[in-house]
RNA sequence: GCCCGGGUGGCGAAACUGGCAGACGCAACGGACUUAAAAUCCGUAGACCUUCAAUGGUUGUGCGGGUUCAAGUCCCGCCCCGGGCACCA
C-alpha cells in the first residue's frame, strides 16, 4: 500500500471530459424530491473567467452538491449577460463583429467552467443576445406597452459633441467624453423610452418585509433608501404671467417662512416665458450637473423677474432658477424656507433673499434671522403663522394641508426618490425596442407573431452619429402593422438590464419557443431558494428583477411577489494585497491557476482564505498551502488502501473517530448556518492533522469509515479529488449523489473535559473532568485539587462561578 | 454630510450564546530523511520580563471610560480604514 502522489492533472483532466459529457447535473422536472433553486449571477462575456468569477461558483457550487447529497432536486443553472457596450467597443477597435465577439469569449469562458467542473445544467443555458432571449424581451415589452407601463417621454441623455453621439454614463469620464478627454459632455433632450417602474413603488418598497432576515439588511437598506419614499404636500403657487407652480414639500409646516420660489433649470418656465440669457444660464447649469461628479457643489442661481404669491400668507416672493433644483424629483419647483432648510438658507444667504423664522423649539424662542448662521430643521412649534401659531409642527402639517385641500390650491401627496427606468440606449448591441413609427398611427407595437425583430448583422459601427440602427435602411424601413403604409422602425435598444431582470425564470424552460416560460415551471422552480452575488448590484439589478416579478405577476404568469427567496452577497477578490483590475494587470485568471494547481485547489482556496461575504486576498503562497493539503489527504488515503492491508490495533480510533464525527457535525451546520467555509475547511485540515498523528492506530474499520466520511465532507468543496478518493476506494458511481453522512453524537461525544481555574478571573490551573457533570460537582472537583488547594492556602474564597464545560472562577480576597 | 461594514500576531484569519484570545493556513525558524537539494514528516512560535532549565510572571484584540466574578464580544465617548448614497425639498 504504498502512497500515491497527488497529481491534480492525473485526477482532474481527464474526468473533466466525463462529467462535462454526462448528464450529472440535471435538474429533474416532475421529480418528487423537495426542489432546491441556486443561482450565481450571470457574468458578462468579457472573454475569461477570473477567480472573482471562481469565487462566486465556488460558494454557489459548493451548495448546490451539498443540496445533492442532501437529496433534493437542485436546479443550477447558468447563462451569458451577452449584449452590452464592451462587445460594440470591441467592434469598433478591432472590427470584428459584436456577435462573433461575444460568442467567442462565451466559448472560451464556457471551456473554463467545465474545467472547474461547476454542476451547472447546461441544457438550460441562456445567451441574451440571441433572437431566442432577446424576442421575450420584446414580448414583455409589448405587454408593458399595452398596460401603460412602457412609455415616451422627453429626457436628457450624455452628448458629445465631436462624437456626434450619445454616450452611456460610463462613458463619460470626469464630465467628459471617454474619447475626447477635452470634451465636455453635454445634456439633450431626446424622446426616450420608459417602464413605469414608480407604479410599483409602495409594493417594492412594502415587500421589504418578506425579504428580511433572508436578504443582507444593508441590501436592503440600499433599496429602501433608493426607492425613497416621503410624505407631504403638494401646494400650487400663482406666478404672475403664468399660473399655477406646484412645489412638493414635507414641511408644509414651515411654509410662512417661505421666501423665495426655487425652479429647476429644466422648469417649463424657463423654457416659455423667459428671455434668452436666462435660457443660455439654465442650460448651463444643466451641462455642468452632468459634469460634475458627486460632491459638494456650489449653489447657484438668477432671479427670473417674475413674482409668486404665497398662498397662506398672501405674501410676495421672487421666483428664481436654483441650479440644486432637481427637476427629476418632486415637481422641478421648490419653496424656499431658508430658516428651516440647509440648502434653502445656503442659497438665500448667498443671494441676500429674506430669511423668516417661523418655528421654534418646544422649551425655546423663535431664532433671530440676523443672528442665524444654520437652518435649523427641526419639528417645534410654528409662530408667526397666523392661526396655525402655537401649533405643534405635527399638527400643522396636518392642519395646513387639509386647508390647501380645501381651498383647492394643494393637498397631501406622496412623493418617491425612485423614478421610472429608463430603458432606451441609442447603441447597437442590444435588444431593438419593437416598435414601429407610423405617420398615421404614430407608434404602433409590433405584433407578436412578427417577433422577434430581428437584429441585423451586417452593421457599421463607428461610435460616432445617431444610433447605428438608424443607419441600416433595411431595418429602419419597414410597414406600419395597422394600415400597412410605409413606416420607420425605432431603432433605441433596450438597456441590459432588461435582460438580467428576468432571465432566471427563463432558465426554467429555456427551449420554450411559444412562450418566455411555462407558468407550471415556473410555479415549481420559484421562488430562487438562494441567489449569489456581487454587492455591486444591491440596488439596479435586484429592484428591476423584483419590478420584473411584479409585472408579470400582473400578468398572471407567476404567483410570486418576489423571485428571491435568499440573497448571499459575497466580497470581492484581492489579488496579492491589490484590488483587480485590468488597467493594473493583475488579473488572476482562472485558467493559469487550474493549469498550475487544479480546479479543486483554487475552489477550496477561494473559500478557505476568508468567509464569503468579507473581501478575500487571493495569495500565490495561500494556494500552495491547499494544495499540500490536498496532497496530505490523497496520500493517507492512499498508503492506506486497501483497508485489508491496515493492521493497526484500533488504539486510537475512539479519537480519531471522535474528532471525524465532531468535525462532519461542524460542517454539517455550517452548511445549514452561516456558511463560514473557510472554519469547515480548517476543521477538515485539524481532522486530516489528527489522522497523521493517530495513524498507527487506527483499525481497519475505523480508517475505513475516516477515509470514506472525509471523501464525503470533500465532495462540496473539491469534487474532483472527492470522486477519485470514492474509486479508490471501491465505489462506483457519482459521489455526488450519495446522501450526506449523519453525524455519529456517541462517537463524537467528549468524556472528558479540560477546564481551567480562575483565581479572580485569571488562569491558574487546569484540570481534567469528565464531561456532564453538574457545576456543584465542578466546583468540588476544582476546590479538591491539590494544586489549588495550595494557591488558595491564605486566602478567603468570596464567590464560586463554575460552568459546567468551561471555567470555575474563585473570587477570593 | 448621512447610512452601513470593519480595526485581533510578520500576514490571511478563528473565537457561533459574555467564559482558556490567536484554532486553521501562509511566511519564519529548528530537527529528521537525503551525498546534497527539492518534496515529505516532526517540532517551535503574540510581546515583554525572570530562570541554567522545566517553568513562572506581566502584558496584550484601534484609543479613553464604564458594566460584570469574567469583555475581542455588552454600554458610552472618540480615532482610523473600506463601501454605499450624496443638494431627494
Redesign the pocket.
Known sequence: MPEK?YDHNLIELQRCEEWAASDLYKAEENSSKPKYYVLEMLPYPSGALHIGHIRNYSIGDALARYMWMRGYNVLHPMGWDAFGLPAENAAIKNQCPPREWTLQNIAKMKQTHSRYAFSYDWDREVTTCEPDYYRWNQWFFLRMLEQGLAYRKQALVNWCSKCATVLANEQVVDGCCWRHEDTPVEQRALEQWFLRTTAFADELLNDISQLEGNW???VL??QK??I?R?E?AEVDFEVESYGKVR?????IDTIYGATVL?L?PEHEIVRTLLGAEAQAAAKKMVDA?AQ?G???????GFFTGLHAVNPFSGEKMQVWV????????????????PAH????F?FCRKYKLPIVPVIRPEDGELPDAELMTVASGEYGIVESSAQYSGMKSQDARKAMTAYAEAQGFGKAAI???L?DWGVSRQRYWGTPIPVVHCPEHGVVGVPDDQLPVLLPRQVELTGQGRSPLAAVPEFVQTTCPKCGGPAERETDTMDTFVDSSWYFYRYCDAKNSNAPFDPAKIAYWFPIDQYIGG??H??LHLIYSRFWTKMMKGLGLTPNDEPVKKLFTQGMVIAN?A?MSKSKGNVVGADSVAERYGADTARLFAL????P?????W?D??V??????L??VY??ATRNLPLSEVKGDGSTDAKVLRKLHQTLK?IT??FD??W?F??S??????L??EC??SEAGLSSAAMGQVIQIITMMLAPFAPYLAQQLWEEVGNTGPVLKQPWPAADEDLARENE????V?L?????A?LVVAAGISSAELEAAALGDEKVRELLEGKTI??V?A?P???V?L?VK
Open positions: 502522489i443582507p439588511d444593508r437598506t440600499m433608501n433608493w425613497g416621503s407631504g412645489v412638493f414639500t414635507t414641511r426655487i429647476a450637473r460634475q458627486p460632491g459638494d457643489v456650489e449653489k447657484e436654483g441650479n440644486f433644483v432637481l427637476m427629476g424629483y418632486g415637481t422641478g419647483a421648490v419653496m424656499a424656507v432648510d440647509e440648502r434653502d445656503e412623493t418617491y426618490r423614478k454587492v455591486e444591491a440596488i494585497g484590488k478557505f482564505a476568508a468567509p461575504e468579507k473581501d478575500m486576498d495569495t503562497a495561500g500552495e498551502g491547499i494544495y499540500r493539503f496532497g496530505r496520500r493517507f461542524k451546520n455550517d448556518t452561516r463560514h473557510n472554519t475547511i480548517a476543521a477538515l485540515m485539524e486530516v492533522n497523521y498523528a473535559v479540560e477546564i481551567v480562575q479572580n478571573g485569571k488562569v491558574r487546569r468570596v464567590k462561578i460552568v464545560g468551561k471555567l472562577n473570587v
